[in-house]
Antibody, heavy 118, light 112 residues
Framework: QVRLQESGPGLVKPSETLSLTCFVS????????WGWIRQPPGKGLEWVGY???????NYNPSLKSRVTISIDASKNQFSLNVDSVTAADTAVYFC????????????WGPGTLVTVSS | QSALTQPPSASGSPGQSVTISCTGT?????????VSWYQQHPGKAPKLMIY???ERPSGVPDRFSGSKSGNTASLTVSGLQAEDEADYYC????????????FGGGTKLTVL
């Protein structure tokens, strides 16, 4: 059974970079799309982006200028960086495995709350 | 980017059926047969319930079904049970050939 676990700081200062890593266990990271989805407190889900092995990456156009997703197959993990964060980036961040051509997410991590505050 | 439109709430009594709608455009729901539905209980990660409009992942009860007509997709929950009370989100490919993923705003399903 594939398992995902997010890791990273729970508090980030405004204007700094939010960095999260998702560790994948129970299966290989190769051959699948992997994504990030976030959920501000009390609000709905927002797709951040997804990555396939290396070279095929897609980002939410509203975040594209500030977001970088990368993958390290040798460590079975993938990462998210969000630059120049503001309070609006405060959210629970989920990593997930994509399926059906990356149109949906069939395995999710438990999520990690990242708060942007000074 | 445009989010998909869902009603904020829906409700039904145990044993009844309830349908939740998800309205998009001809660029997303209407264009692609890649509509998915997720169930989310408080404090938990979303769970995939339906993909590709009407396909159920292994382990999802057949009480959950999906459909699509034009730019509107629907999730029907039959034989409502107390544990079905949760937030439900639809999602779809969109953005033309950019293959972005859009989510709906979510629907709170209450089992009366």
């Amino acid at each position: 059974q594939v398992r995902l676990q997010e890791s990273g700081p729970g508090l980030v200062k405004p204007s700094e970079t939010l960095s999260l890593t998702c560790f994948v266990s129970g299966g290989s990271i190769s051959g699948f799309y992997w994504g990030w989805i976030r959920q501000p407190p009390g609000k709905g889900l927002e797709w951040v982006g997804y990555v396939f092995n290396s070279g095929s990456i897609n980002y939410n156009p509203s975040l594209k200028s500030r977001v970088t997703i990368s993958i390290d197959a040798s460590k079975n993990q993938f990462s998210l960086n969000v630059d120049s964060v503001t309070a609006a980036d405060t959210a629970v961040y989920f990593c997930a495995r994509a399926a059906s051509g990356a149109s949906c997410f069939d395995h999710w991590g438990p999520g990690t709350l990242v708060t942007v505050s000074s | 980017q445009s989010a998909l439109t869902q009603p904020p709430s829906a409700s039904g009594s145990p044993g009844q059926s309830v349908t939740i709608s998800c309205t998009g455009t001809s660029s997303d729901v209407g264009r692609f047969n890649y509509v998915s539905w997720y169930q989310q209980h408080p404090g938990k990660a979303p769970k995939l319930m339906i993909y590709e409009v009407n396909e159920r992942p292994s382990g999802v009860p057949d009480r959950f079904s999906g459909s699509k007509s034009g730019n509107t997709a629907s999730l029907t929950v039959s034989g409502l049970q107390a544990e079905d009370e949760a937030d439900y989100y639809c999602s779809s490919y969109g953005g033309g050939n950019n293959f972005y993923v859009f989510f709906g705003g979510g629907t709170k399903l209450t089992v009366l």
